[in-house]
């Protein structure tokens, strides 16, 4: 069984009601579930007459018309066009054309039709059927949409359409398609060349970019077919699933942190015990080297000892995977906690001829709900990733801002670094990607965690004159705020 539509009953209602000619949708009983008023008119009705009254007694179609209406399961054309009679009460029969589609409205199955008399032998076309047609009711979608009739010119297309497309809509009707639509993918245009040439249904995850971001969207190319079975147009669907892509690529950032996580749980005790016993034995070695003047031995376990601190760094990083904080979160001021780190951090950017500009809050800022030893690790991280970036000389700037939109506290962390390659902006959260030669490739990941269990969000901007890491975090409400610092005081 194949389908036109799937609706909400209002929206399929919305387009009987709204339609400028005669309308009615048959449930798959053959009854008249709905006619609308111009089809009333027409035959000169009133609603109780029609109404959950068979179809048979004011229409009259050909027999594969009727299989379709009252043997729904079966196979048949989704989208079709037809012509007939309209049957009067008086018995006289009116020749008329119809669009009809089939589909879903509420999980129940409904024929849609859409009927035009024939008047003085002045038959619509079907591109006139799909013109009036298209414009009732594109725009009422919330997905994107957008009708071409049988020589690729656009005869419709709603506004979700022309902001995935890039286009505005009168620079685009009764233009060729592939002319109109510069943004829309080769790929794209290839699916509807295929649908007709198989006049059949054709559906595609594709993606363009638009403004400066790629769009991802399911675009789903269903043929106009009229009565001798010839394409007389297309209706296009453009769904957009960018953020739905979007979420499944963080998902699966999730899952690979999850993963290690388990790994290190299972692993990092068993890897921490052997190496407690190994370095208090070099302790004693050590000692012992040095009271002989063992001067070369000396210094070989002075390396060895850094090394297995390295390791013990590298399984503790693990460990801050393996598990959510256990600390527990409350009201802190995000101001308070950079101030307390300052010293550290101008400490280490001094060793590097680095100059430490922070922009300190002219107002008190609201509180945030977190713990303060987590967001100390990120910040410490974010500040020493930038001071590694610029290396010898530079400016490392930090600056605290409320963003009032998004109720949140934002804090910007900037270099005058090289920027970020292009090639792998894309990787940077990633677990062990890392373009330190010593680096874990563990840090950014730990830290988007950190931000995330405090339903935080932590961004970044590249340039070829530096990065800047944005850390938004939300506040809580000022009441609550002011009187747990009160409480405090």
Same mark, same amino acid.
């Given at each position: 069984?194949?389908? +036109? ?24 009983? %053959?009854?008249?579930?709905? +006619? ?21 007694? @004011? ?45 879903? +409205? ?8 859409? /009927? ?33 009739? #049988? ?18 809509? #009168? ?84 899952? *690979?942190?999850?993963?290690? %996580?388990?790994?290190? +749980? ?116 974010? /500040? ?10 530079? &400016? ?5 801002? *409320? ?28 677990? @062990?990607? &890392? &373009? ?31 990065? &800047? ?8 409400? #000022? ?11």
């Amino acid at each position: 069984m194949t389908i +036109a539509f799937d609706l909400k009953a209002e929206q399929l209602l919305d387009w009987v009601y709204k339609a400028e000619y005669a309308a009615i949708i048959i449930d798959g009983g %053959g009854r008249i579930a709905l +006619a609308n008023s111009s089809f009333l008119s027409l035959l000169k009705l009133e609603r109780s007459q029609v109404e959950r009254v068979s179809y048979k007694r @004011f229409l009259s179609v050909s027999a594969d018309v009727k299989k379709c209406l009252l043997y729904p399961h079966l196979d048949h054309p989704r989208s079709r066009w037809l012509e007939g009679h309209f049957i009067h009460p008086s018995g006289e029969k009116l020749p008329m054309t119809a669009h009809m589609m089939s589909g879903y +409205a509420d999980e129940q199955y409904f024929h849609l039709l859409f /009927c035009t008399p024939m008047i003085q032998n002045a038959t619509p076309s079907p591109s006139q059927m799909v013109n009036r047609f298209a414009h009732q009711w594109v725009n009422d979608l919330e997905i994107g949409a957008f009708f071409l009739d #049988d020589k690729g010119q656009v005869v419709a297309i709603n506004h979700k359409a022309c902001s995935l497309l890039g286009c505005c809509a #009168d620079d685009v009707i009764q233009r060729n398609y592939r002319e109109s639509f510069r943004l829309l993918s080769e790929e794209g245009k290839e699916l509807i060349s295929t649908s007709a040439r198989t006049k059949s249904s054709e559906a595609r995850e594709i993606s363009w970019g638009v403004k400066g971001r790629e769009v991802v969207v399911m675009m789903d190319v269903r043929p106009l077919i009229d009565h001798e079975v010839r394409v007389e147009g297309f209706c296009i669907t453009l769904l957009d699933i960018t953020k739905i892509r979007a979420m499944e690529h963080e998902l699966e950032g999730q899952n *690979r942190l999850s993963m290690i %996580g388990q790994i290190a +749980a299972g692993t990092a005790h068993e890897i921490r015990n052997p190496l407690t016993s190994i370095r208090g034995f070099l302790q004693v070695l050590k000692h012992t080297l040095n009271e002989n003047l063992h001067i070369k031995e000396y210094g070989y376990t002075e390396i060895m000892l850094r090394e297995i601190d390295r390791i013990n760094h590298l399984v503790g990083e693990f460990l801050h995977l393996s598990r959510p904080d256990v600390h527990k979160k409350e009201p802190l001021r995000i101001e308070n906690v950079i101030e307390r780190m300052l010293p550290v951090i101008q400490s280490e950017a001094n060793l590097h001829n680095i100059k430490v500009n922070y922009q300190q809050p002219t107002l008190s800022l609201p509180m945030v709900l977190a713990e303060e030893k987590g967001l100390k690790q990120v910040f410490l991280n974010l /500040c020493k990733n930038s001071i590694d970036a610029m290396g010898n000389g530079g &400016t490392l700037s930090i600056c605290l801002r *409320r963003n009032e939109s998004k109720r949140s506290i934002q804090i910007e962390v900037a270099d005058t670094g090289a920027g970020i390659p292009v090639t792998v902006v894309d990787q940077i959260f990633e677990p @062990f990607f &890392t &373009t330190k030669e010593n680096g874990t490739g563990l840090g950014l990941a730990i830290c988007r965690r950190i931000i995330d269990e405090i339903e935080g969000e932590i961004t970044f901007h590249s340039t070829d004159s530096g990065v &800047t890491f944005c850390v938004s975090i939300p506040m809580l409400a #000022d009441e609550e705020g002011n009187s747990k610092e009160g409480q405090g005081e």
